[in-house]
């Protein structure tokens, strides 16, 4: 799509200010619900989320079930007032592909041999949005995750990179996204760098390829600090009791 | 529904026996109440109310479209609850059941039936276009009495709110125009006691429910009666008494969260 906006002025500044390799802010808050086993608040720029763990637990519909390992029944959903024109409730196409994406990425580092026939239910709730919530939603499932006590072999995070005017870009915010020329959400296992979730859409050159994923990477490793920072502090205080 | 354990059921009630609850309230004392408004930036207006464990967001979003065909001069509203997976492990996803579609029109009546909103004032062309206001109500943590709480937010978010007349090209943007609101109180009753504000756990044990809304005045503006127990004229008395006592103290924390 084009556009008279002015995405990055001459001195590489973005539209919001930022600088081109600059995450947004990210806040992260662990064990904000009561009811859930684990849960986690977390948020992204403009993004508020919300993620609760609740599991594991005998799948059902028995169906489901899978006599050797645990399912990752993961649930991405926006609120109605999260987006500028009133979203209808409930899930649409869209929702049922990211959920997708944010269960499998999460089921290669949980430990789901643990618990046949159980299911690890995850679910993401968006209440503001504003580019990029599957990333927001993916890390903050994953704090929950950790809050719950679930085995993970590792913590996933995900971050994306995009490009803007030609240059390749850190975490699009809102104008990036609209009219920006490419986005490349990632989500990685940070011990091993393996690449859990991918996505592109736009147009990239295999040079600007490797560029992004560099740079998506390099975000996943700060968001990935973020997070630890904020399970440890869950349980700081508790450390003399 | 959970089932609570007999254990946990015999043990609410010797409490209640001897005139004690479980987190050691008075009978029609409420759990502490926090409220915040203006908490999403996509909204047009928004809240978010904790009474104890429980969480409710409440966000309100407006669009124009047409009116109903018995008035024609005004705005229209419509409210809708979620009952998402996130608050409970009894809650599953997919279109609203009963629960989500009761708690919705409660709140709903409680604030149409008492014309809070002055939809009249929300016509744009009478019999073409008007305003319509969503409230969406969003449970987010399930520990007892979402009505009140689901209620106090959409009041909340209500009050804080503004017509996004630019936006939806009607002009510059304005408050939304509201009456002053009734506030609710909920109680509910298990072998022959009544308690305000019930917990999940004495949720579940309850056999009657009784919600009261009154006004600025202590006038009653709403009630809804649930569950298949009973209340006689006495504990009826009683329930209004303390929903006008609890009712002045919830309006101060609303009056004062948003500002007026």
Known sequence: MKSDVKLLDSHGKRIDGRKTDELRDIKIEVGVLHRAEGSCYLEWGGNKVIAAVYGPREAVPRHTQNPLKAIINARYNMAAFSVEDRKKPGPDRRSREISKVISEALEKVVLTERFPRASIDVNVEILDAEAGTRCAGLTAAAVALADAGIPMRDIPVACAAGKVEGKVVLDLGKEEDNFGDADLPIAISPRTNEILLLQMDGHLTLDEFDQALELAMKGCHIVSDIQKKAIMKKYENTKEA | ?260
């Open chain 2, 1 to 260: 529904m959970t089932l609570t354990p007999s254990i946990k059921r015999d043990y609410l009630i010797k409490l209640a026996e001897k005139g004690k609850r479980a987190d050691g309230r008075e009978f029609n004392e409420y759990r502490n109440i926090e409220l915040e408004t203006n908490i999403i930036s996509k909204a047009e207006g928004s809240a978010r109310v904790k009474i104890g464990n429980t969480q409710v967001v409440v966000g309100i979003k407006m669009d124009v479209g047409e009116p109903y065909p018995d008035a024609l001069e005004s705005g229209v509203m419509s409210t809708a609850a979620e009952l998402i997976p996130l608050a409970s492990p009894d809650f599953e996803a997919g279109p609203p059941r009963e629960d989500a579609i009761e708690l919705a029109r409660v709140v709903d009546r409680g604030i149409r039936e008492s014309q809070v909103i002055e939809l009249e004032k929300l016509c744009v062309e009478p019999g073409e276009k008007v305003c319509i206001v969503f409230i969406d109500i969003h449970v987010i943590d399930y520990d007892g009495n979402l009505f009140d709480a689901a209620s106090l937010a959409a009041l909340a978010a209500l009050m804080t709110a503004t017509v996004p007349a630019k936006r939806l090209e009607l002009g510059e943007d304005f408050p939304l125009p509201l009456k002053s609101p009734p506030v609710s109180c909920t109680s509910v009753k298990f072998n022959n006691v009544v308690v305000m504000d019930a917990s999940l756990d004495e949720e579940e044990i309850a056999e009657a429910r009784l919600t009261v809304a009154t006004d600025e005045n202590g006038d009653l503006r709403a009630m809804q009666k649930g569950l298949n127990g009973s209340f006689d004229v006495q504990e009826i008395k009683k329930v209004i008494k303390s929903s006008i006592d609890n009712g002045k103290k919830i309006r101060e924390i609303l009056y004062k969260n948003v500002g007026k």
